[in-house]
């Protein structure tokens, strides 16, 4: 678990950390369940119960589903410590390895999100490598 308590609570801010997530997975048109299965894993990470982890997702659904921007997604993330914004990346960049490629739409994603979270190119570049390597 990588988050303070605090943040745990607020659910809202949760829902939309896996909105987030979710987006990354819609976004080349092919939500998988394997994707899904990194969702779930991250929420696990965030400290959301298992009981709770489907619920979760379906509100995230729904929010990913009606907002057009990923500033509404982003907006608390981008406040939280360094190490907690770097693993949110890394989960993002699981999801979107997670069928061994990744598109313009993605790595586009991806860049832009770099620049919404504070997260520098180089480190940004340094946890794509990261996740790269961990799935050979």
């Known amino acids: 678990m990588f988050f303070k308590k605090k943040e745990i609570k607020n659910n809202n801010f949760i829902v939309k950390v896996c909105a987030l997530l979710i987006h990354a997975a819609k976004i080349d048109e092919n939500y998988t369940d394997n994707e899904e299965e ?3 894993k991250t929420l696990s990470e965030l400290g959301v119960e298992d009981k709770n982890i489907s619920k979760t997702i379906e509100q995230a659904k729904i929010i990913e589903e009606s907002s057009n ?6 907006r608390e993330v981008k406040t939280l410590p360094e190490q907690d914004r770097i ?3 890394e989960a993002l960049w ?6 061994k490629d ?5 790595t586009n994603l991806m860049r832009r999100l ?3 979270l504070y997260i520098d ?7 794509k490598e990261k996740i790269k390597q961990n799935l050979e």
């Open 38 to 40: 990194i969702i779930k």
């Open 69 to 74: 921007q990923i500033l509404d997604f982003t």
């Open 102 to 106: 990744a598109d313009i739409y993605e």
């Open 87 to 89: 693993k949110i990346v």
């Open 114 to 116: 770099a620049g919404l």
């Open 94 to 99: 699981s999801i979107i390895y997670s069928n």
């Open 121 to 127: 190119n180089k480190t940004m570049g340094d946890i």
